[in-house]
């Protein structure tokens, strides 16, 4: 467990210094590009509460703003001398627009999976690795296409018209199964009824479809800025990926990935009818010719099978270029003949056969199992290649990501990379999707079961259903002791939390110099710093649960192939304290199954009518769909796909039309945005703008979750290309920090160069009451940085910056000033020495 961290030093609020006399400054203007962070934000709360506001450029969807008086700032730049125009980028509209985005909630394991893909370590010199890693990612995501599928299958096809159809008991007050109920007409014999019911799973495939083909084309076909690269170049394989042309272009693979999963659901569907047709065709007296017809589509079936999983292995993302290209045959043939095999099938099952009868459950029931074991072999087989490429990454000193050139020359920092889980964080969140796919699925199926039930438990016997598969029931039954767990952790975590509340306690009144100690004001501060340093210790939850998860996911399995009996049945027999564990595991694991699903509903429907709780729902996946959709088609749409474009487009036509100089501006998620936006400029624009960051997750979150991507190499090579960056941020952030890992500075950086990040600001700005602030001033957190003085001073000191750096017709001169705060523990902070000239870097060869 980590420990307390040491009692803050606090940056007191910086003094703005006056340009001497005699500067000169030419008037070319100055543009300020705000993006907001998690939680969207409204245009006129960007541009300081100023409802006078209009739309220069985009849509309703993500646009940029400006005040209205500063709409034609372009034609007047003498008006803007002193100060940069803002302007504002909202793309709040990207994640919780209209009330249908809440139902992307239902597709949480989805999400989870595609993150999966990107938590891989940095070790990009491992090529056939990382692509490995990526197939096997690919392959999971898959898996629970299949199990959808599958679950609404088992809705449909087995509780509903193979067995409650099939039951007199269960379908006698049931008014909507009268047709198809045995004896009830030409709808009554079971192929025709589980034919009639596949059009549930039909239907859902073709929303799941049609959902990934509308977002695809509002986000994935979202053009970058044409450039191109020499893949000849070895240069370009060791570049940071983000920096490559088509990162941010996933058409070509989107579409691609749509067209498999759709084929697999199809497939899924045409298996479950003929298997269960062509078992009964199996049986003696069956009729020959339509056995032979069984074993023919069975056999087409598992061909297409393996042509879909060939073309899942065939390709995976291209990013060193912007890819056009659609794969005709995959999007096209693939999921057509598919189709046609489910159109076979459902003719084959509904074919006369007057004798048959349904019992028990549908055939085929075992596949659960068999998709659960499927998971955990292909999770551990991802978890040796991450291992592999995480023991890479440590040999290599963590070089990968940048060019070949500094590999060889031994010159790498020592700097700590922080990855969590000793590289296996893509597994164990491929576990949690998969857990969590598995409780929405079993979960549907279980309260569906019980509702057909009526007052039985399913499986337990004395109702008029067999219920659903055995293995659902057992999946069921280890969530208690899963959630168990997760309130073991918790307690520890609050211990934790009051153990450095009290450690930092007595040191917060050392940080304002004069102020006399208050104990309860001393406690809030140290509350906070506390709680905000909770999500350091992430792992501490996600490891645990992930190994328990998986563990009991295997004995679940095996438990039920080895009895072939739900836990409160399998129990029979044995000592009355295990029969009541295991009854009372079932019952209370079938209830809460039944219970996310339910409140993942009600959320759902509570999001589509009140915008506050759609803002929720848009938090989480403001965090969560940053990310290409690399794995899995369905999956909420990657919405940084539309909003790095737009950044990069602006920041870059913007500078080439005016000359002027350009500060993006990001806070929490959008300083994500906006870095990712500034690798994708070309050298010339990026030497005229300056990256501010505050309230960021670049290091605390994307580099330890993400290192391929976000990691110390990576932040290194965007601090070396990128002229002026500066970043704020506070100890009672829960979200932000410091870019810089507490490690010697690096050589590739060149000299004179400021480092990226300020000492934590001061939260609250000030301790107690006093003459100018009578009242006690707020603490901040992750909110607000605005108003901290040090925002303005740093804005105006990476404009200097830039006119210092080589920008024709910028040259303000200033010399460093030193800000001390007195006494008590207070530091003293090097306000303004950004203000010295950088030396310039040389232009990128080619």
């Known amino acids: 467990m980590p420990t307390a961290p040491t009692p803050p030093a606090w940056t007191d609020p910086p003094v703005p210094v006056p340009a001497p006399t005699g500067a000169t400054r030419a008037p070319e203007l100055a543009l300020e590009l705000l993006v907001h962070g998690v939680g969207g934000a409204t245009p006129a709360k960007m541009l300081d509460d100023d409802p006078r506001t209009q739309r220069i450029t985009g849509d309703e969807t993500a646009g940029i703003y400006r005040h209205t008086e500063d709409a034609d700032a372009e034609h007047r730049p003498q008006d803007y001398r002193d100060r940069p125009v803002p302007e504002a980028y909202c793309w709040s509209g990207l994640t919780s627009g209209d009330g249908s985005r809440a139902l992307w909630l239902l597709l949480l394991p989805f999400m989870i999976i595609n993150l999966a893909h990107w938590n891989r370590p940095a070790a990009d010199r491992r090529e056939g690795t990382v692509r490995l890693y990526g197939l096997l990612v690919r392959l999971i995501a898959l898996t629970l296409t299949v199990l959808l599928v599958a679950a609404v299958c088992e809705v449909a096809l087995d509780l509903t018209a193979w067995q409650c159809a099939g039951s007199t008991a269960c379908a006698d007050g049931r008014s909507w199964l009268g047709f198809a109920a045995p004896g009830g007409g030409w709808w009554s014999q079971p192929g025709r009824r589980i034919a009639l019911t596949a059009l549930a799973p039909l239907a859902l495939i073709g929303l799941l479809w049609f959902l990934s083909t509308r977002t695809w084309s509002a986000y994935e076909s979202a053009p970058p800025i044409e450039r191109t690269l020499n893949e000849d170049d070895p240069a370009v394989a060791h570049q940071p990926a983000l920096r490559l042309p088509g990162f941010w272009y996933g058409r070509r693979l989107v579409a691609r990935l749509r067209a498999i999963h759709t084929a697999a659901g199809f497939l899924t569907i045409a298996a479950t009818l003929t298997a269960a047709t062509a078992r009964y065709d199996r049986e003696p007296g069956g009729p020959a010719a339509l056995d032979a017809i069984g074993w023919t589509l069975l056999a087409l ?178 969530i208690p002791p899963i959630l168990l767990l997760l309130v073991l952790l918790l307690l520890v975590f609050v211990w934790r939390v009051g153990r450095v509340r009290r450690t930092l306690e007595p040191t917060m009144a050392d940080g304002y110099p004069g102020a006399a100690p208050d104990p309860v004001r001393s406690e809030e501060i140290a509350k906070t710093i506390a709680r905000a340093g909770v999500t350091d210790s992430i792992p501490w939850i996600i490891g645990p649960a992930a190994l328990m998860t998986l563990l009991l996911g295997c004995l679940a399995v095996a438990g039920a192939w080895a009895t072939g009996e739900v836990p409160g049945r399998a129990a029979d027999g044995t ?22 699903f339910a409140l993942l509903l009600a959320l759902g429907r509570r999001a589509y009518r009140d915008s506050g709780a759609r803002r929720t729902v848009g938090i989480l996946w403001d965090v969560g769909t940053f990310w290409p959709r690399a794995a899995h088609p369905f999956a909420p749409p990657c919405y940084a796909e539309r909003a790095v474009p737009d950044l990069t487009w602006r920041m870059q036509t913007w500078t080439e039309n005016t000359g002027g100089r350009l500060v993006i501006s990001g806070h929490s998620q959008g300083s994500v945005l906006a870095a990712a936006a500034v690798w994708q400029l070309d050298w010339r624009t990026r030497r005229r703008v300056a990256l501010l960051t505050y309230g960021s997750p670049l290091e605390r979150l994307y580099g330890r979750w993400f290192p391929a991507y976000f990691g110390p190499a990576q932040l290194t090579a965007l601090h070396q290309e990128v002229h002026c960056w500066r970043n704020l941020w506070r100890y009672t952030d829960p979200i932000g920090g410091p870019i810089e890992p507490p490690a010697l500075g690096d050589p590739r950086v060149p000299a004179g160069r400021p480092p990226i990040d300020r000492g934590a600001l001061k939260d609250p700005l000030v301790y107690g009451r006093t003459a100018d602030h009578p009242l006690p001033g707020p603490i901040l957190g992750h909110s607000d940085y605005q108003a901290d003085p040090a925002f303005a001073v740093e804005r105006a000191a990476l404009l200097a910056r830039l006119g210092d750096g080589g920008v024709p017709g910028q040259r303000a001169t200033q010399q460093p000033t030193r800000h001390a705060a007195g006494g008590g523990g207070g530091a003293a902070v090097a306000v303004d020495a950004d203000v010295a000239a950088p030396r310039a870097d040389p232009a990128p060869a080619g």
């Open 301 to 478: 079936i598992q061909v297409s099978g393996l042509a879909v999983l060939y073309a899942v292995c065939h390709r995976g993302r291209s990013e060193t270029a912007i890819d056009h290209t659609l794969d005709r045959l995959a999007v096209r043939k693939l999921p057509g003949f598919s189709l046609v095999l489910l159109a076979l099938s459902a003719l084959y099952a509904g074919w006369s056969r007057p004798d048959w009868r349904s019992q028990g459950r549908l055939p085929g029931d075992q596949s659960f199992g068999l998709i659960a074991l499927t998971q955990v072999a292909l999770i551990l087989a991802l978890a040796v290649v991450a291992g592999v490429l995480y023991r890479s990454a440590a040999r290599d000193g963590h070089t990968g990501g940048l060019a070949p050139q500094h590999a060889a020359t031994g010159d790498q920092p020592d700097r700590r990379v922080r990855t969590p889980l000793a590289g296996l964080a893509g597994p164990a969140v491929a576990v949690l999707g998969c857990a969590l796919g598995g409780v929405l699925t079993g979960g549907v199926a279980q309260r569906f079961a019980d509702w057909l039930d009526g007052g039985s438990t399913p499986g337990m016997g004395g109702g008029p259903i067999a219920g659903p598969p055995v293995v659902l029931s057992w999946q069921a039954a280890v």
């Open 575 to 596: 000592p009355a304290f295990v029969d009541a564990v295991a009854q009372a595991a079932q019952g209370l694991g079938s209830w809460l199954v039944g219970v996310v």
